[in-house]
């Protein structure tokens, strides 16, 4: 069992930045391929980046080069940098945790871009 709790979200003006964090409860933190999920008003749930237990990490298209997942193994952390941010990153984001039979999600944190 993994239980993830999200922080970090907020208000935030275009072209600034905010560093989501999620932390996850459990021992089995370090065997998870982790990652990150938005969900815009209106819209189905789409991916992020991801970060996999040996620190491989791939993102989407739409916010290369702008966003950064990262890991923290020895204290069960998860993160994202999220630079350069667009009206169109609004969204809940949500921190997610994969392993061969189970799938954990948090409950989201806001992040609204907008001036």
């Known amino acids: 069992q993994v239980q993830l709790v999200e922080s970090g979200g907020g208000l935030v003006q275009p072209g600034g930045s905010l560093r989501l964090s999620c932390a996850a409860s459990?021992?089995?933190?370090?065997?998870?391929?982790m990652g990150w999920y938005r969900q815009a008003p209106g819209k189905q749930r789409e991916f992020v980046a991801l970060i996999t237990t040996d620190g491989g990490t791939a993102v989407a298209n739409s916010v290369k080069g702008r966003f950064t997942i990262s890991r923290d193994n020895a204290n069960n952390m998860l993160y994202l940098q999220m630079n350069t941010l667009k009206p169109e990153d609004t969204a809940v984001y949500y921190c997610?945790?994969?392993?061969?039979?189970?799938?954990?999600w948090g409950q989201g944190t806001q992040v609204t871009v907008s001036s």
């Open positions: 997610n945790a994969q392993l061969p039979k189970s799938n954990y």
């Open positions: 459990g021992s089995i933190f370090s065997s998870c391929i």
